[in-house]
T-cell receptor, first 114, second 115 residues
Framework: GQQLNQSPQSMFIQEGEDVSMNCTSSSIFNTWLWYKQDPGEGPVLLIALYKAGELTSNGRLTAQFGITRKDSFLNISASIPSDVGIYFCAGHRRGGTSYGKLTFGQGTILTVHP | DAGVIQSPRHEVTEMGQEVTLRCKPISGHDYLFWYRQTMMRGLELLIYFNNNVPIDDSGMPEDRFSAKMPNASFSTLKIQPSEPRDSAVYFC?????????????FGNGTRLTVT
């Protein structure tokens, strides 16, 4: 099946540092999404990207949809302790049997030291 | 607005027992998804419904797993008989007009432990 390679697997940073993570795929996606999961909860959508090349910000978060439609990155600026959690990328392809299904990356575990 | 509601939050059962997980999607959403999350395999899509009809169940691991959606506000995922390897967090999620067009909203999951 489709695979999303998300990196890094984990990050340990100091409060105030910037964070960058990315996802790559061998297949083209029509939509890229970034989710955050806090302990004991379900993933929550952070940013959705619908066009190749699109750059979108949500507060301290910035994400981009790669031009090739096979990759995306998420940046977090000036990290704070509540940024701790697992970040997932997800891709969606329209059409055929893929419609309606998301493929998730393996997740990036972020730890922020005060 | 109430989000996706799952019950129970935690379930501990013995191998061989039947387990039923429940989900109430967000009102008005027409897609419902069941995911399983483990450390080894991450988030896996098991099955999804559109307008209460199962669309793709290719992720259901085996015949011991079944899912139903009798109406727009309720779905169940059943495992019979359960096995230790079924231990995982099971998430239900819903969206409107497919995941590409609207955000996927997740419930808080059911943590299943099979001993």
């Amino acid at each position: 099946g489709q695979q999303l390679n998300q990196s890094p697997q984990s990050m340990f940073i100091q409060e105030g540092e910037d964070v960058s993570m990315n996802c790559t795929s061998s297949s083209i996606f029509n939509t890229w999404l970034w989710y955050k999961q806090d302990p004991g909860e379900g993933p929550v959508l952070l940013i959705a990207l619908y066009k190749a090349g699109e750059l979108t910000s949500n507060g301290r978060l910035t994400a981009q949809f790669g031009i090739t439609r096979k990759d995306s990155f998420l940046n977090i600026s000036a990290s704070i302790p509540s940024d701790v959690g697992i970040y997932f990328c997800a891709g969606h392809r329209r059409g055929g049997t893929s419609y309606g299904k998301l493929t998730f990356g393996q997740g990036t575990i972020l730890t922020v030291h005060p | 607005d109430a989000g996706v509601i799952q019950s129970p939050r935690h379930e501990v059962t013995e191998m061989g027992q039947e387990v039923t997980l429940r989900c109430k999607p967000i009102s008005g959403h027409d897609y419902l998804f069941w995911y399983r999350q483990t450390m080894m395999r991450g988030l896996e899509l098991l099955i999804y419904f559109n307008n209460n009809v199962p669309i793709d169940d290719s992720g259901m691991p085996e015949d011991r797993f079944s899912a139903k959606m009798p109406n727009a506000s309720f779905s169940t995922l059943k495992i019979q008989p359960s096995e230790p390897r079924d231990s995982a967090v099971y998430f239900c999620a819903s969206s409107f007009r497919g995941q590409g067009n609207s955000p996927l909203h997740f419930g808080n999951g059911t943590r299943l432990t099979v001993t």
